[in-house]
């Protein structure tokens, strides 16, 4: 079954990046069952298509893209990850060394987020990308991004204390909105 | 002192318990080989393509113009998947009757998009390409080609990909092949009048991203006088195939699904009327989906023939019927064409597809699944055209040719290469 080359690569992909590609899918659902469902998408969803490429690092990378693309569209579609946010639990963590307790603090108030603020954050601060490049990403204006972190920022500010500025040194703006683009399902 | 979120960040990434091992490549596999062959047997995916196909001789086929049964004198014939993917014995024989078309004054040709994304134009007997419109319409792979002409010939309209989705509606005059721009969006269809255009697209004034509908331009004033949103799904995956009207123009229909191409995925026709505000509320025509059953009928394509009878390009099956074969486990899917009473949405007659394209479509991975990517009808006759996926393979990608089908006739091959096409209602202005 995996004497074809691209099956090859996608069982290599699997063995050498299936770990990392859960923990990144985890900082995302904030479930690590959640995440490897997550991850098993992305895969199958990546080399469902035809013209894959067989390089694991560029497959590791669009996996990636995939699995920030899957989680956004599944919030977009059903928006079940805002209701199982309450059955996350800290079993799934094992921080050790002096900043322990921080970790399972920081955890604690990612589930506090909604889905698109939580993706925002993660692609901003995690993988660093610019508001421009978690905008394209996450298929927004950047302001619409800007709104979502300075959201974010200021929901997690309340749990963790003041954080670091944004890289620009200036402090991150705290924008509150109520307006709700109605349609989604 | 304040929290560094990167830092923290990365703590609680390398902080998660995690299986070693936490995906199961077996299991990714077994999947990825099942959406594969799910996505070939359904079609439609990438939106792309079309066909047609047309000549005098056409006229005269046997099934040229059976006259509509009545939807309560003729039972729909539920579709039932095959164990294997040969005609169903359910698959009623082409009937003869008067035909009740317009005589074709001459035969209108081919418009077409290659696979080298030129805007051609083809003999409908020869295949041979007699004039390129347009060179370069996109240098993206994945560009959705879908193109209309309109009812005088004197434009073709097409999708020119842009930046991506949404990508841009554009006109082009056959006299001297210069674009101009329409609206934002793509899959561009004439109304039979050629008053309006209907076409996928944002909605006014929305973000690209994370809008999709329906609009109508008054091609007149140019003036966008519609807007239908799809409220059941922003942004997420869903598939829309190109609208198409009916021959009076009243109706608009268009396939609908979801782009995952699973088999739990519906995936119809639906009609959009005058009194339909949300592609949401559209009535839809085709198959009845029961996800739990497993069973799924699917209608990627679809078209009008031109005595006002629906045709759509039919692939069924049993998500839990598999084969085992040499090269790898696939679905059995059963593929067909379903004659549809547009009114009463009833399948009024099966067509078994010919021989001649299930061999065409052994190739590669396609194996022995045919996959019509997009169907259309003669203006003038019940033949068909069909652009069919050939298979794919490492060194030159997707392969496509250019089928005309007379049903009962002849599966005539016109060219290779071709990923749309439509057949022009007119002679095309020179």
């Known amino acids: 079954m995996v004497d074809r080359p691209r099956d090859r690569a996608l069982v290599d992909l699997v063995r050498q990046r299936g770990e990392a590609l859960t923990r990144y899918a985890g900082m995302f659902t904030g479930d690590v069952a959640a995440a490897q469902d997550l991850v098993q998408d992305a895969l199958v969803k990546v080399f469902a298509k035809t013209r894959t490429g067989r390089e694991i690092d560029a497959l590791e990378a669009y996996v990636r893209r995939t699995i920030v693309t899957l989680y956004i569209d599944r919030y977009r579609r059903t928006r079940k990850f805002r209701q199982v946010q309450h059955l996350v639990s800290t079993d799934q963590l094992a921080p050790t060394g002096p900043d322990a307790a921080e970790v399972l603090d920081l955890y604690t108030a990612l589930a506090t987020l909604a889905p698109q603020e939580r993706a925002a954050v993660v692609l901003r601060y995690f993988d ?49 909105t109520t307006t709700r683009r109605e349609g989604l399902t | 002192m304040n929290v560094d979120l ?6 609680l990434n390398r902080a998660q318990v995690v299986d070693p091992q936490p995906v199961s490549p077996e299991l990714v596999l077994t999947r990825v080989h099942r959406r594969r062959a799910v996505q070939t047997a359904a079609a439609g995916l990438a939106a792309a393509a079309v066909v047609v196909g047309i000549g005098a001789v056409v006229y005269a086929a046997p099934w040229d113009a059976p006259p509509m049964p009545p939807a309560t004198s003729t039972p729909t014939v539920t579709p039932e998947p095959s164990p294997e993917p040969t005609p169903d014995p359910t698959v009623q024989p082409p009937e003869t009757a008067a035909p009740a078309v317009p005589e074709a004054p001459e035969v209108p040709p081919l418009v077409a998009v290659t696979a080298a994304n030129d805007l051609v134009v083809i003999d409908p007997d020869t295949g041979e390409i007699t004039r390129v419109v347009l060179s370069g319409i996109s240098d993206d792979p994945d560009h959705s080609p879908a193109l209309d002409v309109s009812p005088d010939g004197r434009h073709a309209y097409i999708t020119s990909p842009g930046a991506g989705w949404p990508g841009e509606v554009q006109r082009v005059p056959f006299s001297d092949g210069t674009p101009e721009p329409i609206g934002v969006g793509g899959s561009p269809a004439v109304s039979p009048d050629g008053r309006t255009l209907a076409y996928v697209g944002p909605d006014p004034g929305a973000d690209p991203e994370e809008s999709r509908g329906l609009n109508l331009v008054d091609l007149g004033t140019g003036q966008l006088v519609r807007h239908i949103p799809d409220s059941t799904c922003i942004g997420c995956g869903r598939f829309v195939g190109p609208p198409f009207w009916s021959p009076d123009g009243s109706r608009l229909f268009m396939a609908l699904g979801w782009v995952d191409g699973y088999p739990t995925a519906a995936e119809y026709i639906v009609e959009i009327t005058e009194d339909t505000v949300e592609l949401s509320e559209a009535r839809q025509v085709g198959p009845e989906h029961v996800p739990a059953t497993g069973i799924f009928t699917r209608w990627p394509s679809a078209t009008f023939l031109a005595d006002g009878r629906l045709v759509a390009f039919e692939a069924s099956g049993d998500e839990a019927a598999w084969r085992d074969a040499d090269d790898g486990p696939g679905l059995q899917v059963a593929e067909r064409l379903a004659i549809v009473d547009p009114d009463s949405g009833a399948v009024t007659q099966r067509v078994a597809l010919p021989d001649g394209l299930r061999l065409a479509g052994n190739h590669g991975e396609g194996r022995t699944t045919i996959r019509p990517v997009q169907i259309a009808a003669s203006p003038y006759g019940p033949s068909l055209a069909m652009v069919v996926w050939l298979g794919w393979d490492n060194v030159d990608g997707h392969h496509y040719a250019l089928y005309r089908w007379d049903i009962d006739g002849e599966l005539q091959h016109l060219a290779d290469d071709i990923v749309a096409v439509v057949w022009s209602p007119s002679p095309v202005s020179s």
């Open chain 1, 128 to 176: 660093d990308l610019t508001v421009a490049d978690v905008a394209a990403r996450m298929g927004l204006a950047e302001g619409s991004v800007k709104r979502y972190l300075s959201n974010a920022i200021h929901k997690l500010e309340t749990r963790l204390g003041p954080v670091s500025p944004d890289d620009d040194g200036s402090p991150i703006p705290v924008i509150t």
């Open chain 2, 6 to 11: 990167r830092e923290r960040l990365h703590a």
